[in-house]
């Protein structure tokens, strides 16, 4: 769900970048946080609470609020709103805290 | 360690302001901003500001953020930039300490301007953790920065400026805002966006708030109902939204944790929007090195976070030691911006929270 058209900005779209999310490829582009290109691909769940495993999303989309924890590339508990996507980067959702490599 | 002149934490418009500022000043000034970008909260304003010409009204957020990285860069042989750097600790003695990319420094700088901003609030009801509810800012950041859509039809909640600026830009974006609901009995942004909106053909519910929100991994629907004058929901009027996207605008917090582990007092005071460092009318906390504008010192307008940070810089640079050559002008000229700003009924809780806070009404 990208914006095509917009009345006062232009996005660049020139450089697609291809990962993976729990093994699936998926592409976005430059620029875009990993979040940001989960959710362009319709993924809105993007981990559980520890407890009561409830899903989570995006909330605050700028660094404060841990909801969007995801294990990228093996590394656990990596806020993906203010994460940029790379090429080939691998994102998979966290079980409970994560394990520390 | 590291001696600095001037330390500065954010680099919003609060922080990019009080950087020119004090180097105007002529002190050396160390900017730290956690993202990769400066600039804060105004890359994704796209709607052009109210104020006065000198805090740039009719300009775009987007556009000041280039308009004051522009004058940053006129100081550049006095200003070192350190962007992805996160401050951890602002220490009783001043020291910093913190994380550059992957690096861990330790400073001690002369003087300290805290312009760390606030974090959006949340709103308590059953469901309210679910994927595809957001804070206002995080819908504004995902289509004005990324260019993504949050969803297909909001629901806004909360018809304060934020909330009816961004329904705004969701449907310059493409998305459909099926309504906005306010808890409180009248409208808290500005009418000249309301009344836009509702040209529009979105309604606008005051006195309503969430009852639940329903889903089974996401948001599917959206259940309102009206309140009492204790803000307590009246059974039996309840509505429902078929929507995709809740955005939570109910105010934001300010981020005050560095400042009050430096041990600065701190009151709570709920006109400024929580906890705020005491602060003087330039803004010094209650400790002399350090300085707190925008955001983190009461939540306002970028407009006020920018005249508090050029304000606290040219003060911060005069502790340190740097007085600017106009020091007694430029002073008085900010306090009259302030002055300005907090006028009229729309600053009046403003007004309040400040009197609040410097220790009178209560």
Redesign the interface.
Known sequence: ?????????T?D?SEKIKFTFEGREMYGYK???VA??L??NDV???GH?LFKH????????????S?CLMVVDGEPNVRT??T?LKEGMKVELQKGKGEIR | MRQVEVAIVGGGPAGLCAAISAASSGAHVLLMDRNKYLGGQLIKQTHMFFGSEKQYASTRGIDISEILLKQLDEYKDNIEILKDTTVLGLYEDGVISGISGDEYFKLKPDVTVVSTGASEKVLAFPGNDMPGIYGAGAAQTLMNVYGVKPGQKVLMVGAGNIGLIVSYQLMQAGVIVSGIIDAAPRIGGYLVHASKIRRMGVPILTGHTVKEAIGKDCLEKAVIWEVDEKYEGIEGTEKTFDVDVLCISVGLSPLVELLEQSGCEIKYIPELSGKVPVVDENHMTTKPFIYAAGDVSGVEEASSAMVEGYLAGLCAAKTAGFKHPQFDYLKEDYHKQIEALRAGPQGERIRRGIAKMKGGLR
């Open positions: 769900m990208r914006i095509e058209e917009h009345p006062v900005l996005f779209r620029g875009e946080s940001a290109a959710h362009a809105k769940v993007l609470s409830r899903p989570r999303g995006i909330y605050c989309a700028i660094g404060n609020c909801s709103c203010v940029d």
